[in-house]
């Protein structure tokens, strides 16, 4: 998808590119003043070219799109003129190789393993899920459910966190800080993006976040990335309140488009008693199921 909802048509390079090279202080780049006045902030294309020793045509053929075929030792000087971030740098590769046509067609819900589903559900002091890489929860335990939200009350649609995020009051309201958790959810989308750009169900979702959502919109349009880390977020839970999780992120072997993540609290904090409490109400006050409805999986 480009910038503002619409199908990708092949400028992504282009665009990151203009963006990043808008983002960067020439100062910080060791650019002296010329004196000259920049109408616009960041770096012109001539002193982008200059770092990485090309010509100024090339980076405009490359920031217009004529030409995606750039070779490994060009991209790397190109990320280090930028100074770009690791996530950044894998970002600039993906969407500079040249891909396939179209990749072999994939399930839109692929199926859980049933050992990974066992593993949720022995694990009931953790709340826990399955995800796909463009944040679809595939499977979850009862802890997710009472942390988040009860994903079996969801259309099979619906059952995505970065949608749930920007599109849903009560999801969106669970964050203490809901700004930078959907940036950092826009910047996994973006990489994503880049990795599998052919992926429908992923352009669907990108042209529904940006008709709907003014920020979507414009942090979209900044192309910042991420790759899966460690991450500490805080809640704002209806039932206990203020929490403070770990969320630990792991990959699946058998399964390379599906990761585990799992929620948990530093040990005798107060968060950890309040995740403790949250689980154990959970168990006693609702009946909802461990499980997911398995009529989206078929």
Not at 186 to 196: D, F, S
Not at 201 to 223: I, K, Q
Request: glycine content about 6%.
């Amino acid at each position: 998808m480009g910038h503002h909802g619409t199908p990708r048509g092949g400028n992504e390079l282009g665009d990151f590119l203009r963006s990043r090279r808008a983002a960067l202080d020439p100062h910080r780049a060791g650019l002296p003043d010329d004196g000259r006045l920049r109408r616009v902030p960041g770096l012109r294309r001539e002193e982008l070219a200059q770092l990485a020793h090309v010509s100024v045509d090339y980076v405009v053929r490359l920031e217009q799109g004529r030409t995606r075929r750039v070779s490994r030792p060009v991209l790397d000087a190109l990320a280090d003129g930028l100074q770009l971030a690791p996530d950044e740098r894998d970002y600039l590769f993906a969407v500079a190789d040249v891909a396939p046509a179209a990749p072999a067609r994939r399930p839109a819900r692929p199926e859980v393993a049933p050992r990974l589903r066992q593993l949720l559900d022995t694990m009931p002091d953790v709340p826990a899920m399955i995800l796909n890489r463009r944040m679809d929860v595939l499977a979850w335990n009862r802890g997710a459910a009472a942390l988040l939200t009860d994903f079996g009350a969801l259309p099979p649609a619906q059952r995505n966190l970065i949608r749930l995020t920007f599109l849903d009051d009560a999801f969106r309201a669970l964050y203490a800080d809901w700004p930078r958790a959907a940036r950092e959810c826009v910047a996994v989308l973006r990489m994503e993006a880049g990795r599998t750009p052919h992926d429908p169900a992923l352009n669907a979702l990108v042209g529904e976040l940006s008709v709907c959502d003014p920020d979507f919109r414009t942090w979209w349009a900044a192309y910042q990335v991420r790759g899966p880390r460690q991450l500490t977020k805080a809640y704002r839970h209806p039932v206990v309140g203020a929490l403070t999780l770990d969320v630990q992120q792991f990959s699946v072997d058998t399964h390379p488009d599906q990761q585990l993540i799992a929620y948990t609290a530093e040990p005798d904090s107060p968060s950890h008693e309040a995740l403790r409490f949250l689980l154990q109400w959970s168990a006693t006050h609702t009946g909802q199921s461990d499980r997911e409805d398995e009529s989206h999986l078929s």
